[in-house]
């Protein structure tokens, strides 16, 4: 069985999960959610990949783009 890798924004979040006893990793990614200002068209999907794939790799796979 896999092992889960619970990601989550804020402190407070990965605490309870912790807390909870829920099985898996659980790491706070302080900036995951923050693209900045938020313009028409942006971010594209060329930018929305390339998160994606760093994403991914930065975890060993335990993300994807689907």
């Known amino acids: 069985m896999k ?7 804020g402190d407070i979040a990965g ?3 912790v807390k909870s006893k829920i099985p898996g990793e659980v790491f706070v ?6 693209n900045g200002p938020r313009k028409p068209g ?3 999907k ?3 990949d390339a998160q ?6 930065s975890t060993g ?3 994807s783009k689907k």
């Open 3 to 9: 092992r889960a890798l619970h990601i989550t924004s």
């Open 61 to 63: 796979g335990g993300l």
């Open 15 to 17: 605490n309870n999960l």
């Open 52 to 57: 994606a794939n760093f994403l991914e790799d």
């Open 46 to 48: 060329i930018t929305l």
């Open 42 to 44: 942006w971010p594209d």
């Open 29 to 34: 990614w302080h900036d995951i959610l923050y």
